[in-house]
């Protein structure tokens, strides 16, 4: 007789007992993992919701302080920039002054009728670049400076063993600076002497005209 037939159905009983409360272990072991993950995972759900929030807030306050910052030096451009059309046109103006003036030449000897009106019309345009510079608009005569493409505008060379080569050695048309920002370039003659003759003494930065703005 098989080993299987031996069994009594009271030896039935006792395996399905023990299979039950195997079973039962394993279901006990698997709730209580269940329970601890689902009483982790809000404190994990909490901490990156709380990371990611702050992370937001963070970029949205960064976002606001750099519109700030472009709002304020739109309105400060705007100040200082506002007039810009008005002194270009103011430029034409001082330049027919010192046309005047150029033209009288010596007026030493002239009668005192032409003398007044010299006087008149040298006063007029030392009014108007005071005012002019009291708006920041400063003028640019760089005479003997090394020539600077962002301030000055070459329009020929000319032999001028005064200056090194590279040098303004002639002005003709005064430029402008409206706080910094460019107006108009100073329209200039450069220094470019034959070969084979002696090179100037290049001067130092002691110019009498400011070009650093």
Not at 11 to 34: I, K, S
């Amino acid at each position: 007789m098989s080993e299987t037939a031996k069994n009594t159905p009271e030896d039935l009983q006792d395996v399905n007992a023990a299979e039950e409360t195997a079973a039962e272990e394993v279901a006990a072991e698997a709730t209580a993992e269940a329970e601890e993950i689902i009483i982790e995972d809000p404190v994990a759900a909490l901490e990156a919701e709380v990371a990611e929030l702050k992370d937001r807030l963070l970029r949205q306050a960064a976002e606001v302080e750099n519109t700030r910052r472009r709002a304020k030096k739109d309105v400060e451009d705007a100040g200082n920039y506002a007039i810009t059309k008005f002194a270009r046109d103011l430029l034409d103006v001082g330049d027919n002054l010192r046309r005047a003036l150029d033209a009288a030449g010596d007026t030493s000897n002239a009668d005192p009728a032409m003398k007044t009106l010299f006087d008149g019309v040298e006063m007029t345009e030392k009014a108007l670049l005071k005012a002019m510079e009291q708006n920041g608009i400063e003028k640019l005569e760089p005479l003997g400076e090394k020539l600077d493409p962002n301030m000055h505008q070459a329009v020929f060379e000319m032999p001028n063993p005064a200056y090194p080569d590279g040098h303004v050695a002639q002005v003709m048309q005064a430029g402008y600076v409206l706080k910094g920002r460019l107006l108009r370039p100073a329209m200039v003659g450069v220094t470019k002497n034959p070969a084979g003759d002696p090179p100037a003494k290049e001067e130092g930065p002691g110019s009498n005209v400011d070009t650093s703005a």
